[in-house]
């Protein structure tokens, strides 16, 4: 597939391309099992020998995880569907008018739908020739950021007239993200009052990604730091943990269950949490840490926890991901064409096209 024909009767624009990671069609075993299929055959996720991860997918993990996730697909289902990807549609609206009818926003899921290719073809329809790529993941990692990047040049492999591309790699330390989340934590303590300890929670990865040089880790922290510095917290009264664990292999550490359940059993009676390494809420804020840690923390002698939602599509959000596109666009205008030399590039246009 490549870019559409070139609309020789305007002048090309800029735009931006959005891409989260994805998430099942419906809250159905035969859905999921779509998705993570797709999910965990992607090598920059999974870097185990094939040799042995795929019978490990195929026999062990596809026909039996799939069913156990269908009731916390469900729990946190919404009216308008996964509740990923209706947020993220309403932060491309809210993105695009922000920046404005003449730089087009297209939105990709990394797996699932909508895809990649079809947000790619969307912009060449509009014949957008400078393309801003923004994965939503504030710290970097092989497994999201580039992953998006090794997909999206894959596709461009098959294109004739390749767009000009600047991709944003990471914001973990950019003032208008951190900005936005000491905005969303003064929020809920100006409604709910204020929590004893703000635990920091990110997607974990495995430990062996982090040692052959990811940074991910150090993105993550410094996100953490730079957030409770914002917020005025001494030492002790904030901390960051790692979730989402897959396997039995050593991730991140420490994990936030068994850090939620020990600050319970400490004494610690009210709990706030947030998850800054997503940028919509998803079935890893919304049931692991909401519901079901929640739980855990209560069962742990806890009283409360409390979870502060992800940035979504909030006015701060949308403000600190349009300075970041902003900031890549600098310069890169294209010089203004009068209508007759417009017309004048459609006529040659039709005449090389006329000729046999």
């Known amino acids: ?5 070139h609309i020789h009767s305007s002048t ?7 891409v989260n990671l994805g998430t099942p069609d419906a809250p159905t075993a035969p859905a999921i099992r779509r998705y993570l ?7 920059r996720v999974v870097e185990f020998s094939r040799l042995f991860w795929l019978p490990v997918l195929y026999g062990f993990i596809l026909p039996f995880r799939p069913l156990k996730l269908v009731h916390a697909y469900q729990s946190i289902w919404t009216p308008q569907g996964s509740p990923l990807l209706a947020i993220s549609r309403r932060q491309q609206a809210a993105l695009q008018a922000a920046l404005g009818p003449e730089v087009p926003v297209t939105l990709a899921m990394r797996y699932g739908q909508p895809a990649i290719a079809d947000a790619l073809n969307e912009l060449g329809r509009q014949d957008v020739r400078r393309i801003v790529v923004l994965p939503l993941y504030p710290q970097y990692s092989a497994t999201t950021t580039a992953t998006v990047l090794d997909k999206l040049f894959a596709l461009l492999r098959a294109w004739r007239w390749l767009p000009e591309l600047r991709t944003i790699n990471q ?3 950019d003032a208008g993200y951190i900005d936005a989340l000491a905005d969303s934590v003064q929020a809920q303590w100006l409604e709910l009052g204020r929590g004893e300890h703000l635990l920091m929670s990110f997607h974990s990865i495995p430990l062996a990604y982090f040692r052959a040089g990811d940074p991910y880790f150090c993105h993550c922290h410094k996100t953490a730091r730079l957030l409770a510095e914002r917020l005025g917290l001494s030492e002790g009264q904030w901390s960051v943990s790692f979730q989402s664990r897959l ?3 050593p991730w991140l550490q420490p994990y936030t269950e068994p850090q939620i359940q020990k600050l319970a059993k400490g004494g610690l009676r009210k709990l706030d949490v947030i998850c800054p390494g997503f940028s ?23 009283e409360a926890l409390r979870y502060i939602p992800a940035l979504n599509d909030s ?20 010089p203004a064409e009068s209508v007759a030399d417009l017309e004048a590039r459609v006529a040659r246009a039709d005449r090389v ?4």
């Open 280 to 302: 919509a809420d998803c079935l890893e804020t919304l049931e692991e840490i909401a519901l079901r840690y929640g739980e855990s923390f209560r069962k742990a002698g806890g």
């Open 37 to 43: 299929r797709e999910f965990l055959s992607d090598r």
């Open 171 to 173: 914001y973990h330390d």
């Open 315 to 334: 006015p701060a959000h949308i403000a600190a991901l349009k300075k970041l596109v902003e900031r890549e666009l600098a310069g890169w205008e294209y």
């Open 247 to 249: 396997g039995r292999t």
């Open 1 to 5: 597939m490549s870019l559409p024909e």
């Open 12 to 18: 090309p624009k800029r735009g931006v391309l959005l």
């Open 353 to 356: 096209g006329s000729q046999s």
